[in-house]
């Protein structure tokens, strides 16, 4: 079992601040009944999103004018497996906020959603744009599976259930998600709070905010927590935001414990703004954060793969890209894999 620890308290000032309003729980009579809460000053929800808006989340509609479906967005099958075998330190996106990584010897699923529907009942609610290329096959015995929340698009059953050598791998998860992932396999749970880290491997992983919520259906609203997480490897820092709205806040705690080589930040399902302000970042505020945690190079995620809001689906690339080329970006810092592509960190 891996150590968990809290890093030191004189480096989380800035954490402890962001803490001190989520971290606190809210406790009802006779059953524990706690839930968790975002920082305080973090943006919230102004207004509904019309029923017309809902049917085409849920179709998938796009506008008229949207822009075109980019080539070769998802790699085929053969492909996606080849770059998986990139020796060295390297990212493969599965689609929306899933990766698997290596940094040096250890490797991390994180998020993996790899089924065709993103709800608790088949053939209803969100649906994958396309097949995944990959398997869960593909993505056996991790070292850690890391999961940021309970939303069906990032903790799928199916795939976790399915997944070669999940007994053995380290599952760090938010507070409160333990008792669940327990269910159907996952042994080694470590619950991490906000501040606290655990190192697997070569690897320490450190929990930090995000902005958002949880929930798997009507009884369970923030029950449990919803999570970023830091990568350390002592070579190379990586920065997983999360499925997360924008703050200010959220960057210096990425940057704790030194700035970021890489951020995985989350370009997409940002309209209707006065529901998705709350909840997810725009592409431009997703450059905003990677540039608070200090990134030098930024790959955008949690896009293209299913249906969550109203923008057309393939409007987030070149807003991020724009946005990163007037942060400051290199152009070949701003990273748009395709689905089941691999950034190799070594080159």
Request: proline share 9%; glycine share 10%; with cysteine.
């Amino acid at each position: 079992m891996p150590s968990l620890r809290a890093r030191p308290v004189a480096a989380l000032a800035t954490l402890a601040a962001l803490a001190a309003g989520a971290a606190g729980v809210i406790h009802a009579s006779g059953r524990d009944r706690r839930t968790f809460a975002n920082p305080p000053g973090s943006p919230v929800r102004s207004g509904s999103m019309h029923p017309s808006a809902v049917w085409r989340m849920i179709a998938g509609e796009d506008r008229p004018d949207a822009p075109p479906r980019r080539d070769r967005h998802v790699l085929v099958r053969d492909e996606a497996i080849d770059r998986l075998r990139v020796p060295g330190d390297r990212v493969t996106w599965l689609g929306q906020a899933g990766f698997d990584v290596r940094l040096g010897a250890t490797r991390l699923v994180i998020d993996p959603f790899l089924d065709e529907w993103a709800s608790p009942v088949r053939g209803v609610g969100p649906r994958r744009l396309d097949p995944s290329p990959l398997r869960p096959e593909d993505l056996a015995d991790p070292d850690v599976i890391l999961l940021s929340h309970n939303h069906y698009d990032h903790l799928d059953r199916l795939t976790l259930g399915s997944l070669p050598g999940r007994r053995a791998a380290v599952a760090i998860v938010p507070e409160g998600l333990g008792p669940y992932v327990r269910e159907f396999g996952l042994a080694d749970v470590v619950e991490l709070p906000w501040g606290a880290a655990v190192r697997v491997g070569g690897v320490e992983v450190t929990a930090v905010p995000a902005i958002h919520f949880s929930g798997r259906g009507l009884l369970d609203r923030n029950r449990t927590h919803w999570n970023g997480y830091v990568l350390d490897s002592g070579r190379r820092r990586v920065y997983f935001a999360g499925d997360t709205a924008y703050s200010p806040l959220l960057g210096p705690a990425a940057v704790i414990g030194g700035a970021c080589d890489l951020a995985l930040v989350p370009i997409g399902a940002y309209l209707p703004a006065e529901v998705m302000a709350a909840v997810h970042a725009t592409p431009e505020e997703a450059i905003r954060l990677a540039r608070d945690a200090g990134a030098a190079r930024v790959l955008g995620m949690h896009w293209g793969t299913i249906s969550l809001s109203t923008e057309p689906m393939f409007e987030p690339p070149a807003r991020f890209v724009a946005a990163g080329r007037a942060a400051g970006f290199a152009a070949d810092a701003i990273l748009l894999p395709a689905i089941g592509g691999t950034v190799a960190l070594d080159a």
